[in-house]
């Protein structure tokens, strides 16, 4: 394939796919980045063409007739039919004012192809024998949702006969159970949404509990830390007044004065027994009780404390995983409603079809 004497004339990224010619039915991905789509044309033939490279083949290579028609079927997705590459192809864009330009440039050029074969009087229908259809026969056609293509979506076929009375019945009867199913999820993924957000507030309220209890056991703990170091300082106190032995007197004393001064250090160390010893200890015993009794209560605290931590973080962590499970139903919520809403819009058009095709 040679584009020396084409011109691009339109370029754009899409991740592109093309129809499983076994099936039938699922999406062969033709990589797995997006890849630059353009439209050329052949000014010497008078043909537009839509090429696409990838690697060193072409994965595209698609002349466009009048006869093709451009489908948007989600909001990033939109395919048509080649009956001369026996094949459908699919492009998946980033955002949908990319499909929107596409599919302009794609009537464009086919109006374009239009006016060159008037002009050559090279009228008549396209037929592939390979297909055994015409041009104006659309293949299969994909059913996707709103994120691309998947191996697991159904296709629904499209085809040009008109149907009878009792097919138009059961359309109108399958576009009527459409919208109530239709109302169904809307209401089904609003009532996610919202069991979400109060999720979300609860896991933000337990945070803030939990931020506070940790900060509460910290004080208690410094508190107790505290306490201990005053009984300790208590202790070495009481040890540090305890009577301290009488010096020994010289040799050049009396047996007899030292007996009197004997007596008179014990008569002098029971008066102050008396006055202030027994006073003294019974405070600094009162005191020290009080305190380790502070203490041993301060560490039932700090327990119960490490316990009730404990428990709101297994609180949160289940707040945290019913969370998830809530992510993922709304998911999986949204994806059938875009189905859904998919295949309401597909019957209102059959619908629109066959008002169109009534005499």
């Known amino acids: 394939m040679s584009t020396a004497r084409e011109q691009p004339i339109f370029s754009t990224r899409a991740h592109v796919f093309q129809i499983d010619p ?26 537009y063409r839509i090429i696409s490279i990838g690697g060193a083949k072409a994965i595209i290579n698609s002349t466009v007739t009048p006869n093709m028609t451009f489908t948007k079927t989600s909001q ?9 590459a026996n094949t459908v192809y699919g492009l998946g864009f980033a955002s949908e004012q990319h499909l929107t330009q596409f599919a302009e440039k794609f009537q464009e050029v086919k ?19 390979a297909l055994g259809l015409t041009a104006h026969q659309v293949p299969p056609s994909p059913l ?21 009375p009792a097919e138009r019945e059961r359309l109108k009867k399958m576009l009527s159970e459409g919208s109530v199913g239709e109302v169904q999820w809307e209401a089904e993924f609003f009532a996610l949404q919202d069991s979400n957000n109060k999720l979300a507030g609860a896991l933000r309220e337990a945070n803030a509990a939990a931020a506070q209890w940790r900060q509460q056991l910290e004080a208690q703990r410094a508190e107790a830390e505290r306490l201990r170091q005053r009984v300790a300082e208590l202790e070495a106190q009481a040890a540090a007044e305890a009577p301290s032995v009488s010096e020994k007197e010289g040799p050049g004393q009396s047996l007899e004065q030292l007996e009197a001064l004997v007596q008179t250090k014990d008569q002098e160390i029971q008066t102050l027994k008396s006055q202030t010893g027994g006073p003294r200890e019974a405070v600094d015993t009162t005191e020290r009780e009080e305190t380790q009794q502070k203490v041993q209560d301060l560490e039932t605290r700090n327990a119960e404390l490490e316990h ?5 973080e297994r ?3 289940e707040a945290r995983a019913e969370r998830e499970r809530s992510r993922a139903e709304v998911g999986r919520a949204a994806q059938l409603l875009d189905v859904r809403l998919f295949e309401l819009s597909e019957l209102r058009e059959g619908l ?7 005499p």
């Open 111 to 129: 109006e374009a192809a239009r006016l060159a074969r008037e002009k050559s009087q090279d009228g008549g229908e396209l037929t592939s024998p």
């Open 144 to 164: 996707v949702s709103a994120n691309g293509p998947g191996d697991e979506k159904l296709f629904r076929s499209q085809s040009a006969d008109v149907p009878g």
């Open 315 to 317: 609180s949160l962590e």
């Open 308 to 312: 009730q931590l404990r428990a709101t």
């Open 352 to 358: 629109a079809r066959l008002a169109e095709g009534t």
């Open 76 to 84: 990033k997705f939109g395919q048509w039919a080649d009956s001369r």
């Open 22 to 47: 076994a099936t039938k039915r699922n999406w062969i991905p033709a990589g797995k980045h997006a890849l630059t789509v353009s439209y050329f044309y052949d000014a010497t033939r008078n043909v």
